[in-house]
């Protein structure tokens, strides 16, 4: 096994956990703070990468169309937020999980009638498309660094945001007991929005980033998400830490999987048995890790203090 | 109350009376609307719809009653509507079908229910052998056979090695199988990616696989969208002249305009196989494709190809019986003898109603007009039939 392969494959389970942490720190902010089961989130996904389409043809230029399309999608989650989920709080899971699959649906067809159902390619400008040559004499697409670059800053972002502003306090203690916080003062209703808003523009964001390699299209958001869903149950509830380990876990292992499990397997079975065998268990070793964590620590890699 | 019932029980009895009285041919077709692939079925229905203008919504004197379903990418929802085609819309034809797996899941609704099976696009290898049948045709291939003619042409251009990728799905197996059976150099490596409405798009971990391997070139076949989202992580990582790009179903009109938008020029001069181009050069193909483009705006694909000659073909059968749709053995020798004009040209039908053609060699250029589009260059292929008509006992 070369070690420029290795090399290469750590790096493109670094960019898949990178965009895979982007999606799940709002999911788990989401989900562990407002207690809400939010499977739209992946259309919130979809809805940044087709607003960054727009308007990179509109403006011509990838860096401003994100830029644009960032407070865009901020505006569209903090819309929903207040339309439709804010009425649902008090329900149960069910109730969450049937109304944003609904949400889902109606995202779907908003996007099939608005764009078509062809898909949306984005021009990446010329100097984020080609490679780079890395130490090692390693060559990788300068767009795929970009993506680890700009996930592991908003990564930072994030912590600083969480551990060291007031507005973090706020979102800590909302997490770990939103009953206590919202008798200590704190306004519950407009902390949620915020907080949902701000699910939402790192899950535009992550469309945004993914959308110049494979396009904007409809239900893209509908796959990754599951696995997000993974990355929060894995990293535990509520826990952007946690989301951050798992993601990077994540990504690195359905990586390694794709890339390696054939020639594992090809040891112990025939070439055929192992071609065959090698991408349907590739598929499953990140829902194989998922069931072991809920069968030895159910709470978790990391849970939020005081759950 | 009383009426209200006796309304509901007129309604019930209206709604369970045969559908149909003999008066007009009832085609379903089946394709992919919604999920990314919904593309595909756009550029089939666009193309059913313009052959139902051309032939001025009449067969044989009847009116032709056309029943688009959704199959969503998936076998058990394409199952489904089969079912619903064939026992509540009563149809003569069952036709459509992009995918090989949701085609084989479909394919005893309909022939057990009496129904003509006419698949548009899907060609697996089980319909051409074992599982053939009378009532089913094709007009398409057989999955196998362009990548046996890209196999040919990796043997001309003097590719020793390859690297070969494909969904993990029944077609995806033929495209291999068929290009493995052709193909003499060595095969260094292979990847089957995860397929259906859930499919991977993102190949880096296969690209840096491929690259690695040090093949010569490098063979996929990424229908729909799939393709261009691996054409462009291609040429993203810088491999477009370190490993040659071959491809079958994966770079048409589908996904060469988003292609050409993004910039991937790496994709001009790519070579790919098919039966078909849309410069071929034959009377229905010239009145097809001016038409298509017309009424659309765009290259028609292949999948559009096919789909127009699915309406002639039907067309033929029903004309030979004079409007009798009751005469199924009429009907059925009538499209045997493959006797209407295809976009492809004259061309012949095998024991298991796989058309026998041929298959060219195609390249990337861009039109007169700017436009990214296949020219085809070569035949490779002549009067080809499929590997699986032998085991076809009929």
Not at chain 2, 304 to 322: H, N, P, W
Request: proline fraction near 4%; charge should be neutral; hydrophobic fraction near 50%.
């Amino acid at each position: 096994m070369d070690a420029g392969l290795v090399a290469a494959q750590l790096l493109n389970g670094l960019q898949l956990g990178v965009l895979l942490f982007l999606l799940a720190s709002g999911l788990t902010l989401i989900f562990g703070i407002m207690d809400f089961v939010n499977l739209a989130h992946g259309s919130l996904y979809m809805v940044g990468a087709y607003f960054c389409a727009e308007l990179t043809d509109a403006t011509g230029s990838f860096l401003l169309a994100v830029a644009l399309a960032l407070p865009a999608t901020a505006l569209v989650g903090a819309a929903v937020e207040l339309l439709v989920v804010r009425r649902l709080y008090r329900r149960d899971h069910l109730d969450h999980v049937l109304a944003t699959f609904g949400l889902i649906l109606c995202f779907d067809a908003l996007v099939q009638i608005l764009w078509g159902p062809e898909g949306m390619a984005i021009r990446l400008p010329a100097w984020a498309d080609g490679q780079q040559h890395l130490p090692g004499g390693l060559v990788f697409p300068t767009y795929r660094l970009l993506i680890i670059g700009a996930g592991l800053a908003v990564a930072a972002g994030l912590y600083v945001l969480v551990v060291k502003t007031k507005l973090g306090m706020r979102i800590r203690a909302g997490a770990s007991n939103p009953a206590m916080a919202g008798a200590l003062g704190i306004d519950i209703g407009l902390l949620f929005t915020l907080v949902f808003a701000l699910g939402a523009v790192m899950a535009g964001l992550a469309g945004m980033m993914i959308a110049p390699i494979t396009e904007a299209s409809i239900g893209m958001g509908n796959e990754i998400i599951i696995t997000a869903f993974v990355v929060v149950i894995v990293g535990g509830i509520g826990s952007i830490r946690g989301a951050f380990v798992a993601a990077l876990l994540i990504g690195t292992i359905d990586t390694m999987g794709r890339s390696f499990l054939d020639m594992g397997l090809k040891l112990l079975m025939s070439a055929q048995a192992a071609e065959t065998s090698a991408p349907a268990l590739s598929a499953m070793l990140i829902y194989i890790l998922m069931a072991s964590v809920l069968a030895f620590r159910p709470q978790g890699l990391f849970p939020p203090k005081s759950r | 109350m009383k009426k209200t019932a006796l309304a509901l029980a007129a309604a019930a009895a209206l709604l369970a009376s045969p559908s149909h009285g003999d008066d007009k041919v009832k085609i379903g077709f089946v394709t992919t609307l919604t999920t990314p692939a919904g593309v595909i079925g756009r550029d089939m229905v666009d193309a059913v719809n313009l052959a139902m203008q051309d032939i001025g919504g009449k067969m044989g004197g009847l009116e032709v009653e056309l029943i688009i379903e959704d199959d969503g990418f998936k076998p058990e929802t394409g199952k489904q509507k089969t079912d619903k085609l064939v026992k509540q819309d009563d149809v003569h034809f069952v036709s459509g079908f992009i995918w090989s797996h949701v085609l084989l899941a479909s394919r005893k609704s309909a022939l057990d229910g009496g129904k003509f099976l006419i698949s548009s696009n899907a060609g697996p290898s089980q319909i051409a052998g074992k599982l053939c049948h009378e009532n089913f045709f094709s007009t398409s291939w057989q999955n196998d056979q362009t990548p046996m003619a890209m196999g040919e042409v990796l043997n001309q251009q003097g590719v020793k090695s390859l690297y070969v990728m494909a969904p993990n799905y029944a077609a995806g197996k033929n495209m291999v199988a068929g290009v493995e059976r052709t193909f003499k150099g060595e095969i260094l490596g292979k990847d089957m990616t995860k397929w259906g409405k859930d499919a991977q798009l993102d190949f880096s971990a296969e690209l840096a696989k491929a690259k690695a391997s040090g093949a010569d070139g490098i063979f996929v076949f990424y229908p729909g969208k799939a393709g261009g989202a691996f054409i462009k992580q291609y040429q993203q990582a810088g491999l477009q002249g370190e490993i040659a790009l071959y491809t079958v179903f994966t770079v048409d009109s589908i996904a060469l305009p988003n292609l050409q938008k993004a910039g991937m020029s790496g994709v001009l001069g790519s070579l790919n196989t098919q039966f078909w181009g849309p410069d071929l050069d034959t009377p229905q193909n010239k009145q097809f494709v001016s038409g298509f483009k017309k009424a659309y705006g765009r290259y028609p694909s292949f999948y559009a190809a096919q789909s127009y000659d699915t309406i002639f073909l039907i067309k033929s059968a029903v004309e030979a019986v004079g409007g009798n749709l009751d005469d199924m053995d009429g009907m059925r020798a009538a499209m045997a003898k493959a006797d209407f004009p295809s976009v492809r040209g004259p061309f012949r039908y095998g024991n298991n109603h796989f058309p026998i053609q041929n298959f060219y060699l195609r390249k990337v250029v861009e039109d007169a007009d700017g436009v990214w589009t296949t020219t085809v260059v070569d035949t490779v292929l002549k009067d080809h039939q499929d590997v699986y008509a032998t085991d076809c006992k009929m």
